[in-house]
């Protein structure tokens, strides 16, 4: 069966292994999913991100982040653009998530990066998610 959004299929499996305080979570891999997790470990959301197979499709295995008192790093997670409907932003437009205490991470030319990246490097693209 096939998945129309493997990235709500991401960010799903992470919120809710974040749930039940699961340590990892595996999740099929792709190109863009291993950027954006890239891009939470830069940002400090989880602890790791591994590719376990290298076959044709390949698993990604993520370490979740928590804090001392055992609550998740990540309080929410929200798909921004959809295959749907797809979400663009300019680098004027990119908006800080819940007043700058989270991020937005982006497609862009140059790459998958964070909201702020795209606003200092001043380059828009397609809003991914949101995350804080």
Known sequence: MSMSDPIADLLTRIR????????????????????????????????DCEMLEKGVQGTLRI??????????????????????LRVYSGSSDIAPVRSGL????????RGVMTGKQARAEKIGGEVICQVW
């Open 102 to 109: 989270g991020i937005s991470i982006l497609s862009t030319s």
């Open 16 to 47: 809710n292994a974040m749930v039940v305080k699961f340590p990892t979570v595996d999740v099929p891999a792709s190109r863009l999913k291993e950027e954006i997790c890239r891009v939470l470990k830069q940002e400090g959301y989880i602890t």
């Open 63 to 84: 370490t979740l982040k928590y804090t001392a008192d055992e609550a998740p790093v990540i309080q929410g997670l929200q798909r921004v653009s959809k295959p749907s």
